[in-house]
């Protein structure tokens, strides 16, 4: 479960009075604060604007034979 709500601070002190669900009690509860602004920023995307290609010639032939052989050893002990 989870409780969220928006406050906005009048002063850098303030009183935070929560009721918690019986459950909560004895446990180790989370508190954030963060901005609202920051909440709503756009997920950074995780996926590579990189394609193979671009990545041609990083590696020598033989390092490539090595990684390859590693490779295809790793899967065949599966």
């Not at 479960?1 to 002190?13: A, F, S, Y």
């Not at 604060?33 to 996926?47: G, R």
């Not at 394609?51 to 052989?69: A, I, Q, V, Y």
């Amino acid at each position: 479960m989870m409780i969220q709500t928006t406050i906005t601070p009048q002063k850098t002190n303030f009183n935070l009075k929560v009721s918690l669900p019986s459950e909560y009690i004895g446990k180790p509860v989370r508190v954030s604060f963060y901005l609202e602004e920051e909440a709503q920023k756009p997920a950074v995307s995780l996926q590579d604007s990189h394609k193979p290609s671009d990545f041609f010639g990083t590696l020598s032939e033989e390092e490539g034979e090595k990684m390859h052989r590693y490779l295809t050893q790793s899967r065949n002990e599966q």
